[in-house]
């Protein structure tokens, strides 16, 4: 009889100590279930995020900036001729917009004429106002005699010729006539040179039109600036009504305190 009753409590345990361990065993499925469950409503919060970041309309500025990159990208592609590929690791290298790149190297180009020796400035401008014109030009010349139906810049680069001819014959004029002014011929004939060859000058920035996009965002902005002028004029028109209300509930308590004074008078006078 004692052995019995001594097993009993070893049994009890036994099960209580299961018990136990199911539940931890629950409790943790449990836990897992809820981590598995929290990246989906964070990843859907994030899509609901992105959906409602994409679903708001582009601004007018937005699209003006990207309309001008691609119009710095096309005229760089369409002028530079054997510099492209320098100007876009230069880019890419320093980090700086093709725009600032374009500067620093003309820059450069215009220091290099102040500092090297005079028989060396035709030779290096000769990169910049011949060698790359004559690649734009055959390739304007080639595209027009294929007929693929672009719009060149074939006339832009008509008159850099006529313009390059002119400045050759005052260069020979200012070597016979005034030598002493060569230097600075040679910086302002350069400088013309670019100035005229330059993608400012194409076809794409003198007969540029507004695209779609760009339209119905400044229409979309002239009628939101309309809605909120109005709301304003609203406003205004209210609060000027609130206060003239005020002014005429004044006056009235005014004029109906002095009545009152007035009657009290009478009465005392009686």
Excluded at 80 to 101: D, N, R, V, W
Aim: charged share 30%.
């Amino acid at each position: 009889m004692p052995s019995k009753d001594r097993g009993k409590p070893s049994s009890s345990s036994s099960s209580s100590s299961k018990q136990r361990e199911r539940g931890k065993s629950s409790s943790s499925l449990k836990k897992r279930e809820s981590s598995s469950r929290n990246p989906s409503s964070s990843s859907t919060g994030a899509k609901s995020k992105s959906s409602s970041s994409s679903s708001r309309p582009i601004s007018s500025d937005q699209i003006r900036e990207e309309e001008y990159q691609a119009w710095v990208q096309n005229s760089l592609t369409t002028h530079a001729g054997f510099l492209e590929p320098l100007i876009q690791s230069i880019s890419s290298f320093l980090s700086l917009p093709l725009t600032k790149t374009l500067i620093l190297i003309l820059s450069l180009f215009i220091l290099a004429h102040l500092y090297l020796p005079l028989f060396l400035i035709p030779h290096l401008a000769s990169a910049l106002t011949l060698v790359i014109p004559i690649q734009n030009t055959t390739r304007c010349l080639r595209s027009e005699i294929e007929g693929k139906g672009r719009k060149t810049d074939t006339g832009q680069w008509l008159v850099y010729w006529m313009v390059f001819c002119v400045l050759g014959w005052g260069r020979g004029w200012i070597a016979i006539f005034r030598p002493g002014w060569k230097g600075f011929y040679e910086l302002g004939r350069s400088a013309g040179l670019v100035l005229v060859g330059g993608g400012w000058y194409g076809r794409a920035a003198l007969r540029s039109e507004k695209s779609k996009a760009l339209i119905e965002a400044e229409q979309r902005e002239e009628a939101e600036q309309r809605k909120a002028l109005d709301l304003e004029g609203d406003g205004k028109k209210k609060s000027k009504q609130s206060s003239d209300s005020k002014k005429d509930e004044k006056k009235k308590s005014g004029r109906g305190k002095m009545d009152k004074e007035k009657q009290g008078e009478k009465a005392k006078a009686k």
